[in-house]
Nanobody, 127 residues
Framework: QVHLVESGGGLVQAGGSLRLSCAAS????????AGWFRQAPGKERDLVAA????????YHADSVKGRFTISRDNAKNTAYLQMNSLKPEDTAVYYC????????????????????WGQGTQVTVSS
């Protein structure tokens, strides 16, 4: 499994921006698709965005489409989630995850497809 560490969370006002980073180590990051999940208190952990191994395939949930952008830099072993126009309902713990899925159709990935997880980073959006 690849080791993942998230950073970049924090407290921001509604309408603001944050960029989350996910630093990978231990394995070749370019051999993994990457995803960002979020979990609010009392709710399930939902997939927010995903990106294929080489970055050619991406997915963004409807709730964040047009506001969030997933990207990756395999030379830096890092995946990113740029979050703009943040809303209070975006408040959650955000988790980075990695999957051995080899294709570009990452829209079909779900929680069981990801075998490596970070510890999570809190994002709080105030109104």
């Amino acid at each position: 499994q690849v080791h993942l560490v998230e950073s970049g969370g924090g407290l921001v006002q509604a309408g603001g921006s944050l960029r989350l980073s996910c630093a990978a180590s231990g394995r070749t990051f370019s051999n993994y698709a990457a995803g960002w999940f979020r979990q609010a208190p009392g709710k399930e952990r939902d997939l927010v965005a995903a990106i294929s191994r080489g970055g050619g395939g991406t997915y963004h949930a409807d709730s964040v489409k047009g506001r969030f952008t997933i990207s990756r830099d395999n030379a830096k072993n890092t995946a990113y989630l740029q979050m703009n126009s943040l809303k209070p309902e975006d408040t959650a713990v955000y988790y980075c995850a990695a999957s051995t899925y080899p294709g570009t159709r990452v829209a079909g990935l779900r929680y069981p497809d990801f075998g490596s997880w970070g510890q999570g980073t809190q994002v709080t959006v105030s109104s």
